[in-house]
T-cell receptor
Framework: AQSVAQPEDQVNVAEGNPLTVKCTYS??????LFWYVQYPNRGLQFLLK??????LVKGSYGFEAEFNKSQTSFHLKKPSALVSDSALYFC?????????????FGGGTRVLVKP | GAVVSQHPSWVICKSGTSVKIECRSL??????MFWYRQFPKQSLMLMAT?????????EQGVEKDKFLINHASLTLSTLTVTSAHPEDSSFYIC???????????????FGEGSRLTVL
């Protein structure tokens, strides 16, 4: 079975400060990891993904995430947060151990960036 | 980029009526589309997976006779909530996996979502 956890329901950060959104996962095979962002009353937008290769992945809007196999984590980061980054962020995992595995989403973390 | 359009964005209906939600991939063909349900302040719950030209695969606990899914073409999937009741009120989101993109490693493209309110 595969699972993903986002331990923080909400993260508050001042504009200009670094932003980190935490994510840990559990899979039996190789993890395929994704981050999506959701703005109010909208669908999800893809930010970045880790499949293989370099542990540091860079994505849209200045976001990046670091894959840490030993800690089974894939935390999302942004060096300097903007007010417009306020949204709901979802981490997702797919177990690469077999083809056709579904994507499992974490519970989501609400980010509030204050001016 | 790949665009997925959902219609309608908002719908209000009376209890007992049926509502159809459309999900279209505008600039790509989607071999597989997914339908999710999202409750307020909660994560996405996968309802079903639809493949073009075949019957949808429903997740455990999702009533296939209540939530009818049709994937008639490579660019269109529809979700019909039959005999809707207030407990069906929710935010429904579709996503699509583009043809030619590895379904395991490729990202999904999501529609804008459809908010259903059943009175």
């Amino acid at each position: 079975a595969q699972s993903v956890a986002q331990p923080e329901d909400q993260v508050n950060v001042a504009e200009g400060n670094p932003l980190t959104v935490k994510c840990t996962y559990s899979v039996s095979g190789n993890p395929y990891l994704f981050w999506y962002v959701q703005y109010p009353n909208r669908g999800l937008q893809f930010l970045l993904k880790y499949i293989t290769g370099d542990n540091l992945v860079k994505g849209s809007y200045g976001f990046e995430a670091e894959f840490n196999k030993s800690q089974t984590s894939f935390h999302l980061k942004k060096p300097s947060a903007l007010v417009s980054d306020s949204a709901l962020y979802f981490c997702a995992v797919r177990d690469g151990g077999a083809a056709g595995n579904k994507l499992t989403f974490g519970g989501g973390t609400r980010v509030l960036v204050k001016p | 980029g790949a665009v997925v359009s959902q219609h309608p964005s908002w719908v209000i209906c009376k209890s007992g009526t049926s509502v159809k939600i459309e999900c279209r991939s505008l600039d790509f063909q989607a071999t597989t589309m997914f339908w999710y349900r999202q409750f307020p302040k909660q994560s996405l719950m996968l309802m079903a997976t639809s493949n073009e030209g075949s019957k949808a695969t429903y997740e455990q606990g999702v009533e296939k006779d209540k939530f009818l899914i049709n994937h008639a073409s490579l660019t269109l999937s529809t979700l019909t909530v039959t005999s809707a009741h207030p407990e069906d009120s929710s935010f429904y989101i579709c996503s699509a996996s583009p043809r030619g993109l590895d379904p395991d490693t490729g990202e999904l493209f999501f529609g804008e979502g459809s908010r259903l309110t059943v009175l």
